[in-house]
């Protein structure tokens, strides 16, 4: 099931308590001692730069999974660390990576240890909007091996952050690859807590277990697989990138948008719940994909009205770091979160940053 640390860091305790998260995380993920010692160094860095140079902010550690041609399973855990603040921003992103460097109005020279012990790391920062710090850390640190076919140039990533901080999210999501076949998932459980989890969490095993099925035909098999379960609102997107383009299907609540260049398109999913009763009529759409394509899926706790913002149109961001802007920057005070919130994004690779 989803189990994801939510740690707010307000004060200097806080800071413990996100290296206390990191470890455990480790231990999820099934690290050794080496890289478990990575995910605390690298949560207490970013904790402790939300306290000297934002005034605070959030923390949020979860295992997600990154297709790995060498597991029996096709997926690779990995802790992946976020630091979201509402902040001053930081002016000079190149500088606040070098060791050493440090103002009150940058992040300081933690982030360059934090890029250096991660396997992936990113930094996305507005002035006078605030700053979003991603960092994943895997079993192995730069020495995955080759897959035997050139790695399809596009990848995932998502944030999830639970219900008023619970334990397990409601909602999963998770991307795979077989072949020329890219599919990414997001599973929004019935309501909130363990029950939806596990709701949640069998649909994405289904998808590690049938990843060449196409969108529609893999919700025609939750319907059996979650029939025991409270049920989920769920969405799929399978891109082909040899073919260039994109099939998309689901059934609930699940949010889909399409940028395409500079506009976008929202991708419209069938009413109902998975593994409540058979959907007599499961539409498949089609849709062309290129490099200037991004996909973005997500759960009934984002707002409807959310911008996608700059940070959708930054190609060489990570998708995790710009499903995070997009969290951070839909929250108001005005707006309570009533549910779980997922966020996950398709992308092009750039080419310096295939996976």
Request: with cysteine; charged share 20%.
């Amino acid at each position: 099931m989803p189990r994801v640390w939510e740690v707010p860091v307000h004060d200097s305790t806080r800071v413990r308590d996100a290296r206390v998260a990191a470890e455990a995380a480790a231990a999820r993920a099934g690290l050794d001692e080496g890289r478990a010692a990575g995910c605390a160094l690298v949560a207490t860095e970013l904790a402790t730069n939300l306290l000297k140079h934002a005034g605070g902010g959030l923390i949020l550690l979860d295992v997600v999974s990154r297709p790995d041609p060498d597991r029996a399973d096709g997926a690779a855990p990995m802790v992946q660390i976020v630091a979201i603040d509402h902040g001053p921003g930081v002016r000079d992103i190149a500088g606040a990576l070098r060791d050493g460097f440090s103002t009150t109005s940058s992040l300081g020279a933690g982030l360059g240890t934090c890029r250096r012990v991660a396997d992936d790391f990113d930094l996305h920062s507005t002035v006078g909007r605030g700053t979003i710090a991603l960092a994943r850390l895997g079993a192995r640190k730069g020495r995955r091996a080759k897959p035997a076919s050139p790695a399809p140039a596009v990848r995932a990533g998502g944030v999830n952050v639970p219900f008023a901080g619970a334990e397990f999210s409601g909602d999963a999501w998770a991307w795979v690859r077989s072949g020329d076949l890219t599919t990414l998932m997001l599973a929004d459980g019935l309501g909130h807590g363990v029950a939806a989890a596990r709701a949640s969490s069998a649909a994405v095993q289904q998808l590690y277990r049938a990843p060449e099925l196409p969108p529609a035909q893999l919700l025609r098999r939750l319907e059996g697989a979650l029939r025991d379960t409270r049920g989920a609102a769920v969405a799929v997107a399978q891109l082909d990138l040899s073919a260039g383009r994109l099939l998309f299907a689901g059934i609930g609540n699940i949010g889909a948008r399409l940028r395409a260049g500079a506009q976008w398109q929202p991708l419209l999913s069938r009413p109902g719940i998975v593994g409540a009763h058979r959907a007599a009529h499961l539409p498949q759409h089609e849709v062309a994909w290129g490099d200037d394509r991004l996909l973005v899926l997500h759960s009934d706790g984002l707002p409807s009205r959310w911008s996608p913002g700059p940070a959708a149109h930054s190609p060489s961001l990570d998708p995790a770091v710009i499903a995070a802007v997009i969290v951070r920057d839909a929250s108001s005070p005005a707006r309570p979160v009533r549910d779980d919130t997922t966020v996950a994004v398709l992308s092009p690779s750039p080419p310096d940053r295939l996976p």
